[in-house]
Nanobody, 125 residues
Framework: QVQLVESGGGLVQAGGSLRLSCAASERTFSSRAMGWFRQAPGKEREFVATISWVGSIYYADSVKGRFTISRDSAKNSVYLQMNSLKPEDTAVYYC???????????????????WGQGTQVTVSS
């Protein structure tokens, strides 16, 4: 069982930056693709970014050029650096891990079996 714990959310003004962290408690973390998703009030959960176990990366168009996903296998952690934040980035952000080992990037919710509790990001205008 993979347990994921996010941190780093908060309130920031438009144009500001935040760095989200996600710590995994399972030794096969380094073999799984990891992803960040977000869910705004009244909206469905949507894909933000993913990184494969070998470091391949894919972003949603809405965050490309502003957000950077990275991972540190030695620390069993994945990060999301968010720059040039906009009010429309306001959401609960979730870290997720795929059930599949040694797979590629994963952009669909159905590919992820393990989810963190979420961390709130609020961007004021």
């Amino acid at each position: 069982q993979v347990q994921l714990v996010e941190s780093g959310g908060g309130l920031v003004q438009a144009g500001g930056s935040l760095r989200l962290s996600c710590a995994a408690s399972e030794r096969t973390f380094s073999s799984r693709a990891m992803g960040w998703f977000r869910q705004a009030p009244g909206k469905e959960r949507e894909f933000v970014a993913t990184i494969s176990w070998v470091g391949s990366i894919y972003y949603a168009d809405s965050v490309k050029g502003r957000f950077t996903i990275s991972r540190d296998s030695a620390k069993n952690s994945v990060y999301l650096q968010m720059n040039s934040l906009k009010p429309e980035d306001t959401a609960v952000y979730y870290c997720a891990a795929t059930i599949r080992l040694h797979g590629g990037v994963a952009v669909n919710l159905g590919e992820y079996n393990y989810w963190g509790q979420g961390t709130q990001v609020t961007v004021s205008s």
